[in-house]
């Protein structure tokens, strides 16, 4: 199964991951949820990080699913996991995302589930009454 770990600036990740097991179910191993907060340390931010990689590992990878490109959360983490095989870094991260995410990891591949999890989230991102007034 492939592990997921989100990683937000406060507690955005862990409110999404709630919302996201209430659609999908409960996700009971391989989900951990890492807020930066700007009362913690850069090295104890890692060494978060590092704990929750080595408490999880495993041989079908790491998708790591942040809130925002260029933010503290990306900038932890690709220190970390450049070297590391089947390991993804996804920003940008919205509920269809997660619960992509949740529903597909235990058969995808992780490539499949990579794209399928970016694919998901970018479908979500329209503007909805264009949509039903066309419709």
């Given at each position: 199964m492939i592990n997921i770990?989100?990683?937000t600036h406060g507690e955005f990740g862990a409110y999404l991951i709630e919302a996201a097991e209430h659609i999908?179910?409960?996700q009971a191993k391989g989900v951990k949820n890492i807020s930066i907060s700007s009362r913690l340390?850069?090295?104890e931010m890692c060494s978060r990080v590092n704990s929750s990689i080595e408490e999880m590992k495993s041989g079908d990878g790491f998708v790591f699913l942040i809130d925002m490109p260029g933010g503290t959360p990306m900038n932890i983490v690709l220190p970390i996991v450049k070297d590391m095989p089947k390991t993804a870094v996804i920003c940008g991260l919205n509920i269809n995302m997660l619960t992509?995410?949740?529903s597909y990891r235990k058969t995808?591949?992780?490539d499949n589930l990579v794209e399928k999890i970016m694919d998901d989230g970018k479908k979500s991102i329209c503007e909805v009454k264009n949509l039903l007034v066309k419709a």
């Open positions: 770990i989100v990683m999908v179910g409960e340390s850069l090295e992509s995410a949740f995808l591949d992780f």
